[in-house]
């Protein structure tokens, strides 16, 4: 086995309909990302901007619901960014992926106005981070924190356009406050519950740039049942690529 196959898996989302060449060890995208795609209110032929692609997993379950889209993005390592690139390439998308940082404001104004931003920023700011760079730069700040993420997608997203996280529930404040901070508001946010009867990890954020309107909590969306199988609606976003819309 060659040293590249021993790096890298080749893995598939939304039951095949997206392939994902990826890390074999560090950062792997999974449930979080498709959750994410599924939440971005992106509709055909508009443009998207996602801060931090990883290798791309939510961008690429985004195209697969989501035809036509012009899909920008702006990763911080090198690595990553290619994989992104090959990806993005082989799945036949129009994809511009920038190599930056998210406090290069200049950087998010010149790839806008987009009518979309999102992403699954870092999770912790404090803490003891995993072994292995990739994956603490993808859960644990190390520089720019939250603010600067919120910041970033907000120079690029156009006016009453979107901006979209995946948190954990524990920063879902935080995050309320970046995003207030940046201009946005018409806040929505949407509980993802492990299991019944149990409190929510992750929480889904979104919010439209300049919007006047009140904050509103979604209906939760379970993700497993008793017996440990994904819910019916959990699985119509997962293998079917449905949108997580609201009401």
Known sequence: MTGEAQDFTEDHLLNGRVALRQPRQGFRAGLDAVLLAAFVPARPGETVLEAGPGSGAVFLCLAARVPGLAIRAVEREPAMADLARGNAARAGLM???????VADLALARGLGPVAHGFANPPYWP?????PGAIRRA???EAGPGLGDWVGFLAAAIAPRGSLSLILPAARFDAAVAAMRDAGFGAMEMLPLWPRAGMAAKRVLLRARKGARGPARILPGLLLHEADGRFSKAADAILRDAAE????
Do not use: K
């Open 95 to 101: 994809a511009q992926i920038e190599t930056g940082d």
């Open 126 to 130: 404090g803490g003891t981070p995993p």
């Open 138 to 140: 993808a859960t644990h």
């Open 244 to 247: 997580i819309a609201a009401p």
